[in-house]
């Protein structure tokens, strides 16, 4: 028998404390942040209107009533507060290749077991006008310090390594997706020096029906493209509207012919330029206008993740939501770890100086292209309109009042910035939605 609740979207409703019931959640010990809310939100929709409101309707067969029966004699609406409003968030973003499940049909081939080719950082600025993605690649020449996994076995540590041994390295000893992922956390706060406050794990099912419950993300290809690994993927010259299962085959595709030298620095490229393919899709008021596009979305998303149990809760989402709503496609930024091939294997990449660079900047919540020299010379330039470590932060709710200082509490979703006219390399130099990275046509 169905569940019957009231409709949130009427003045004066109160959200239900329960969380998603289908993302697998771990509970994570030590200091992570307190509740982000439903992270997809911040990951790819990024301030979804009634975003909110859907997510309490992600238990199944919901009916609904409504309350205009009440009349217009309500309490106040109180607007949601971010709980970590002027605060910047770091969230591990992973695509994990496992073959159980849904996902064996969807692998393409491969071995059993699960591995992480896909990692990513999301960093929410304090003042919640910039989300940054950046890329680290799987080739990365790293260290990878011992592990503790969920049930207290500790892996031993590895020097001068795949990074993307991390997720391996976890799954091998602890046997889940989630021990994988602590793996990698405690890799990356290892090798930048900067705190992660939670993770989120994406598996190939997943995937599929994010971008199924938006209808498809459109992919300029500039060459034709064949890849026997990747399902058989052909793709002639031009735009193309891809579907779950082929959108999934062409982020993951590496080699064959259309697909550069074959590495994994021209997949992430690929990769990026599918997720702000997707995030402009969802931002349009094509997904935005349409419920049922934007509950499909938030199902979808619902359904196939493991992450921390901060993460997966549903207390800090509207919050969230509300505080993230005018962010834009121009104001969402994807690049890739500065790198160079690795001297000493040619199949792997090593850091350069730059990425220390780009590092401190997400620790002090500076925009990636801040430049400390310049800044220096320029002693009034300021690093990012809601200042260093996201103090006096634009938005940030008032907690005695429940309302928004600095912005316009009633604004909508503005009209995204014109695009550049300059082509940006996806994978090689930072872009954002709003770029061009390839011509069709």
């Not at 409101?53 to 609904?64: E, F, K, S």
């Not at 991390?166 to 405690?186: I, N, W």
């Not at 780009?358 to 009034?380: C, E, G, M, Q, T």
């Not at 709710?397 to 316009?408: A, K, P």
């Amino acid at each position: 028998m169905a569940v019957t609740f009231p409709d949130l979207s009427a003045p004066g409703a109160t959200n239900p404390t329960k969380g998603p019931s289908h993302a697998r959640v771990l509970n994570a010990s030590g200091g992570a942040a307190r509740t982000v809310g439903l992270v997809l939100v911040g990951v790819l929709v990024f301030g979804v209107v009634g975003g909110a409101t859907a997510v309490t309707r992600l238990t199944g067969n919901i009916d609904t009533a409504g309350m205009t029966a009440l009349g217009s004699d309500r309490p106040e609406v109180v607007l949601p507060k971010d709980p970590n409003a002027g605060t910047p968030l770091n969230i591990v973003v992973m695509g994990s290749d496992s073959r159980d499940g849904d996902n064996g049909g969807l692998a393409g081939g491969g071995e059993m077991g699960a591995r992480s080719d896909t990692t990513l950082v999301m960093h929410i600025s304090g003042d919640r006008s910039r989300v940054e993605m950046v890329s680290i690649p799987r080739d990365s020449t790293v260290d990878v310090p011992s592990c503790t996994t969920e049930e207290g076995a500790t892996t031993a540590e590895l020097y001068g390594t795949k990074f993307n041994a991390a997720f391996s390295q976890g799954v091998q000893a602890g046997g889940g997706v989630a021990d994988g992922a602590l793996c990698t956390v405690k890799t990356i706060e290892s090798l930048t020096g900067v705190f992660m406050d939670g993770f989120i794990v994406v598996d190939f099912a997943g995937f599929s029906s994010m971008i199924d419950a938006v209808g498809g993300v459109e992919v300029c290809v500039e060459e034709a493209i064949y890849s026997e690994k990747a399902n058989h993927l052909s793709l002639e010259p031009g735009t193309h509207l891809l579907k779950g299962v082929k959108a999934l085959d062409y982020a993951r595709a590496r080699t064959g012919q259309g697909l550069g030298d074959g590495s994994d620095l021209g997949r992430i490229g690929r990769q990026q330029e599918v997720m702000a393919s997707l995030a402009r899709k969802v931002l349009s008021q094509e997904v935005l206008t349409n419920p049922s596009k934007t509950l499909g979305f938030l199902n979808a998303v619902t359904g196939s993740l493991t992450m921390n149990e901060e993460l997966a809760s549903i207390d800090g989402l509207a919050g969230l939501a509300y505080s993230m709503r005018n962010v834009r496609p121009d104001t969402i930024t994807f690049m890739t770890v500065p790198n160079v091939y690795d001297p000493n294997n040619a199949a792997n990449v090593v850091w350069t100086d730059e990425a220390t660079t780009l590092w401190d900047n997400v620790k002090h919540d500076r925009p990636l292209d801040y430049d400390p020299a310049a800044a220096s010379a320029s002693p009034s330039a300021s690093p990012s309109a809601g200042g260093t470590d996201g103090e006096g932060a634009a938005g940030e709710n008032d907690t005695e009042t429940g309302t928004e200082t600095g912005t316009d509490a009633g604004a909508g979703t503005p009209e995204p910035a014109p695009s550049s006219t300059v082509i940006k390399q996806a994978g090689e130099e930072a872009f954002t939605g709003a770029d061009t990275t390839k011509v069709c046509g």
